[in-house]
Each structure stands twice: as structure tokens, then as C-alpha cells.
């Protein structure tokens, strides 16, 4: 039996806060961040496409650099992990073919035999939108998993914080996202919380449920 | 204990698939759906602003009038239940100000003491941004909901199908959106996959690992 009970998720996702101070001692194990790179990796896409790289900066001078240009937030640097939620730039039709390319392999199916379905991709990504809608989409699908990466580090008892105020063109510039034909969209660093974060004490603030759930 | 181990979290999400025909006759429980509302009124959103309302629609003979607007795509109607991932249009300073307000009441302290970070949000969102651009931001959390949604769903044992594959516009024209001040940005259904679904008997498909996951 592997799924959990609401109970058990709903508490999990009640426990998770954006943390603010991370304990820098503390470090995920290895086999934790193996399946949290593994969630990522299964997060869903439109079409499957996957028009991301998720960037993991384990080099502490790095992390250290990208602390200026995180609006001064310790959590880039101190957090045991980092990751760095980047889009492909010029994402073309050779990524498409790239796609097909690698469902014809683990499918053990003939590429040609997927070629309506490539079309059919193409067409809406290419021929129905323009380089800057599928920026767009690129980012939505890019914000998929950030809410994979929220919602699995939570149930595994791991906390997180989601990261967009950073100056995404510092971090190409430190990180040399660019020439990996990379840009970054949003940042996700996760780890545990720091004893003295006073934020993992206040009461998590939403919406009163009337006010989010239109049921027709 | 409420966490899950790392194998429960990649075994419901190696299980999840984007789910295309459901079975029409097995539904969600209303515990469970439960669940799964509060599951979205948790999701993290930036500065937790929560630019969105989820709108479920339960009345079946505006289901089936779904179904043409999404591309003939059944789930819409066969799925046990439907979520409409809106934005709220018109998101203004009266938005910040509802959350600051909802701050100040959950965490019993005067809203005079948040004017600070009243007066951030406001200088991030309205100030650094036209609308354009707000409805962009907004549209990401979005996303995350949706990702929260995704990933939600699979630990709970229960299929969904993420669909952007819908004509916008007319769902909000068929559901009355625009009178309540929302926007239609996407769609998700949940429920349980049928025995006939050839999909859920496929190979999942990701780029490999050394694809995906970039480590610096």
C-alpha cells in the first residue's frame, strides 16, 4: 500500500511554510534527494513535453554568489539544497522530435507511427504560437513542478521554500545558464527549518474556503 | 507519523498518468474530495496571495456542455469531479488589502503592523507591473496549484488529468465566470481511471534523468 491517507496529507501540507531559516547543519540524506530529483523528473507536462532543466547548485561559493541576488535571503545559500527551475530556450521542433524520438524508445514503438501526434504538437506549439507564447507555456508547465517539488518535499517531511524574488539574469550570468541553452524561471531550496525561524510558529494564513471554492 | 517514505511518493507518482477516460461510475468520496479542496486552499502562492478561486462544477448537463468547448476531450463529463482553475480578474489593491486584513484576523494582530508588507506587495504587483503583467504572475501560482493538485491526487490513489486542451473563453462564457470576476486558465479533473483506458497500460515517458536534472 503506497498511497497515503488525507489525514496524513493534510497535515503534511499544513506542517509546510515557506521556511525562512534554514538549519545549514542539517543536509537532506542522498536517497532523499535522489526521489525528490525523481519526482521532478515524473512531474506532468503539457503533452509531456517537458520544456525544462532543473539546475541543482551544490557549489557553496555558488550558492553564496547567488545570495546578493536573492534580495540578501540567506535561505540560497543556507537551505541544504537548491534548485534552479530553467526553461530551454529556443525550445524548437527539435525538442519535439526529441520527445517523440524518446517515447519510440522506451515504447519500443516506431517513430513514424507517432507522427500525428508530433504534428499535432507542432501545430499547437509552433504554427498556433509565437516565440513568446511558448515562453508562456514553457513557464506554466515550469511552475507544474514547483508544485510537485512543494507538495513531495512536504509529504516526505522536508521543508521548502518557493524563491521569485530573485534577479533571474544574475543567476544565468552566475550559473552560466546561458551557454546550457538555459533560463531561469523560478527557484526552489529545500532542506530543514532552523530552530530560530519564528516563521514556522505563526499561523498559516488562507483564504477562508468560501472564498476559494466556487462549487456550481 | 504523517510523512510517507520516498518509495510511497515515487510509486504514486510513477502510478499517476493523465488519466483520458475515466470511469464514469466510480466516484470520489466526499471525504476525500474534502480533502482535496483543502488541499488546494493550502497550495503556496506568491507573498500567499492567492490570485485564484477553484471553481468545481458538479452540475452534469454543464459538464457535457464542456465537452464540445474542450476539444471533444470526455473526462470533462465522465470524470468524477471537475476543477476550474481561475484567476480573479481585476486583481487590485483590494485584493492585497482582503489578505492583509485575513493576516491580521488568523494571526490576531492589528493590521497597522502589516503595512509594511502591505506596502511591499503593493510595490511589487502594482507599481513593478502593469496588468499584463500581473495576470502573468497570477497565472504561474496557478500552475502551482495545479502541480499541488497533480501530485495531491496521485498520493491519495486517485487519477486526474491536467487540461489545457479547453477553449477558455467559452468555459467562462458556459459557467458564468465573468459575472463572479473570474478567467478560466486551466483545467483539472479527478476521479478513477476506467478499465478500458489503453493509456494507463503504457510506459510512462520522461528524457532520462541526465537529461533532466543539470547538478552544478
Same mark, same amino acid.
Given at each position: 500500500?503506497?498511497?497515503?491517507?488525507?489525514?496524513?496529507?493534510?497535515?503534511?501540507?499544513?506542517?509546510?511554510?515557506?521556511?525562512?531559516?534554514?538549519?545549514?547543519?542539517?543536509?537532506?540524506?542522498?536517497?532523499?534527494w535522489?526521489?525528490?530529483?525523481?519526482a521532478?523528473?515524473?512531474?506532468?507536462?503539457?503533452?509531456?513535453?517537458?520544456?525544462?532543466?532543473?539546475?541543482?547548485?551544490?557549489?557553496?561559493?555558488?550558492r553564496?554568489k547567488?545570495?546578493?541576488?536573492?534580495?540578501?535571503?540567506?535561505?540560497? #545559500?543556507?537551505?541544504?539544497?537548491? +534548485? $534552479?527551475?530553467?526553461?530551454?530556450?529556443?525550445?524548437?521542433?527539435? @525538442?519535439?522530435? =526529441?520527445?517523440?524520438?524518446?517515447?519510440?524508445?522506451?515504447?519500443?514503438i516506431?517513430?513514424?507511427?507517432?507522427?500525428?501526434?508530433?504534428?499535432?504538437?507542432?501545430?499547437?506549439?509552433?504554427?498556433?504560437?509565437?516565440?513568446?507564447?511558448?515562453?508562456?507555456?514553457?513557464?506554466?508547465?515550469?511552475?507544474?513542478?514547483?508544485?510537485?517539488?512543494?507538495?513531495?518535499?512536504?509529504?516526505?517531511?522536508?521543508?521548502?521554500?518557493?524563491?521569485?524574488?530573485?534577479?533571474?539574469?544574475?543567476?544565468?550570468?552566475?550559473?552560466?545558464?546561458? #551557454?546550457?541553452?538555459?533560463?531561469? +524561471? $523560478?527557484?526552489?531550496?529545500?532542506?530543514?527549518?532552523?530552530?530560530? @525561524?519564528?516563521? =514556522?510558529a505563526?499561523?498559516?494564513?488562507?483564504?477562508?474556503?468560501?472564498?476559494?471554492?466556487?462549487?456550481?
Amino acid at each position: 500500500m503506497s498511497t497515503i491517507t488525507r489525514e496524513q496529507l493534510l497535515h503534511q501540507l499544513q506542517w509546510r511554510y515557506a521556511t525562512k531559516q534554514f538549519d545549514p547543519a542539517r543536509k537532506i540524506s542522498a536517497p532523499d534527494w535522489s526521489a525528490l530529483e525523481e519526482a521532478l523528473v515524473l512531474t506532468a507536462s503539457s503533452f509531456g513535453l517537458q520544456p525544462w532543466k532543473f539546475v541543482v547548485v551544490t557549489d557553496p561559493a555558488q550558492r553564496e554568489k547567488l545570495v546578493p541576488v536573492s534580495w540578501g535571503q540567506r535561505q540560497v #545559500a543556507d537551505a541544504s539544497h537548491l +534548485v $534552479v527551475f530553467a526553461l530551454k530556450k529556443n525550445f524548437s521542433e527539435a @525538442d519535439v522530435k =526529441a520527445y517523440v524520438d524518446r517515447i519510440a524508445s522506451v515504447r519500443s514503438i516506431p517513430a513514424d507511427s507517432l507522427a500525428p501526434y508530433n504534428d499535432m504538437m507542432i501545430g499547437s506549439l509552433f504554427k498556433g504560437r509565437d516565440a513568446a507564447a511558448r515562453k508562456i507555456w514553457a513557464i506554466n508547465q515550469i511552475y507544474i513542478a514547483l508544485g510537485n517539488f512543494l507538495t513531495s518535499t512536504a509529504v516526505l517531511g522536508i521543508d521548502s521554500c518557493p524563491m521569485e524574488g530573485i534577479d533571474p539574469v544574475k543567476y544565468d550570468e552566475i550559473l552560466g545558464l546561458d #551557454a546550457l541553452g538555459l533560463a531561469t +524561471v $523560478v527557484v526552489g531550496v529545500a532542506g530543514y527549518r532552523a530552530a530560530t @525561524d519564528k516563521y =514556522a510558529a505563526l499561523k498559516k494564513v488562507r483564504f477562508e474556503h468560501k472564498d476559494v471554492i466556487v462549487t456550481l
